[in-house]
């Protein structure tokens, strides 16, 4: 994501009630703390500005939802949207998700989102991709058993890896497409991300996989 230094946004960010600030003070209580309910936890980690998660959140108010986001500036356009029209099954953390098992205790999260991720293409950069097998390790300490990855993306080779990194990482493939919004039975309830939206007008098929781990008590 090209990336404006917006003047004041860490400012905003700091102060935003829909913001929450220290995230590891939260883990193992997200739903009694946080949300006051006993409610599954969905998360979008890398939301950008936001839309996605906000619309979904929207739609589904028996779930809780925590966006997360690295950067002030992108993530000051989603408390902007929550400003506007607040949820009150929607928050947001600022935090890289390298950390993101100090903030979440182990079966704390129902599912994960990963839309349009970053493809760091250079082979030593491959552990910073949101799902390299070094992330989808800390996503099986926090995801309950069942629980679910969704990822979304254009880029068909960051695809073609994503989808060898995950059975080698204990995760099964459940459904997966190369032309989400030519194939009828994945596109049901389809959110549109920002990215999305402007790749698919750029005429870029959009690749979607759905996975889950099963192995948990065996690998632990
Ligand atoms: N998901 C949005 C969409 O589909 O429109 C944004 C996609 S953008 C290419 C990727 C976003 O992920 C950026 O906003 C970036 O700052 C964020 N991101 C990348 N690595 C991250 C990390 N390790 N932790 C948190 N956010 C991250």
């Keep these: 994501m090209r990336l404006k230094n917006i003047t004041g946004s860490r400012e905003v960010i700091a ?27 969905h998360i979008e980690i890398g939301m950008g500005k936001g839309r996605f998660i906000t619309q979904l959140a ?19 356009r989603a408390v902007q949207k929550m400003e506007a ?31 349009f991720s970053d493809p760091w293409p250079k082979d030593r950069h491959a552990k910073r991709r ?13 995801i309950k058993k069942d629980g ?6 254009d880029n068909r080779e960051l ?6 990194e ?12 190369y032309d989400l919004h030519n194939d009828e039975y994945m596109l049901k309830g389809n959110i549109m991300t920002e990215y999305e939206e ?12 759905i996975i889950r781990q099963g192995e948990k008590e065996d690998k632990k």
Excluded at 28 to 41: E, H, R, S, T
């Design 15 to 41: 102060e935003s009630v829909y913001v929450i600030h220290e995230p590891e003070k939260q883990k193992g209580n997200w739903k009694k703390q946080v949300f006051g309910n006993d409610a599954p936890i």
């Design 58 to 76: 929207e739609q589904n108010p028996d779930i809780n939802f925590v966006g997360i986001e690295k950067y002030s500036s992108v993530l000051l």
């Design 85 to 115: 029209n607040e949820l009150k099954n929607l928050v947001f953390i600022r935090m890289d998700a390298e950390y993101i098992t100090d903030v979440f205790d182990r079966d704390e999260v129902d599912r994960i989102y990963l839309n």
């Design 130 to 142: 949101l799902m390299s097998g070094n992330f989808l390790d800390r996503y099986r300490d926090i």
């Design 148 to 153: 679910v990855v969704e990822f979304k993306t």
């Design 159 to 164: 695809f073609d890896y994503a989808l060898l």
């Design 166 to 177: 995950a059975p080698a990482a204990g995760w099964e493939i459940l459904k997966k497409t």
């Design 198 to 209: 402007r790749f698919s007008k750029m005429g870029n098929p959009i690749c979607k996989y």
